[in-house]
């Protein structure tokens, strides 16, 4: 991924209303594999 499609990944999380701890989580997770980071769906949120 270049730096174009990770500040794309960005905005675009930031546009659906994700929180900065929430997107630094997200991208942590994805560097580390660390379960501790891994995002969860909100408990106020319907699913599909």
């Known amino acids: ?5 990770v500040a ?3 905005l675009g999380l930031r546009a659906a209303g994700w ?3 929430k997107i ?3 991208i942590l997770f994805i560097e ?5 980071y891994k ?3 909100d408990k106020n949120e319907k699913t599909e």
């Open 24 to 26: 630094n989580d997200f």
């Open 39 to 41: 995002p969860y769906p």
């Open 19 to 21: 929180s900065e701890k």
């Open 32 to 36: 580390t594999g660390e379960e501790q």
């Open 1 to 5: 991924m270049n730096m174009t499609e």
């Open 8 to 10: 794309r990944l960005l």
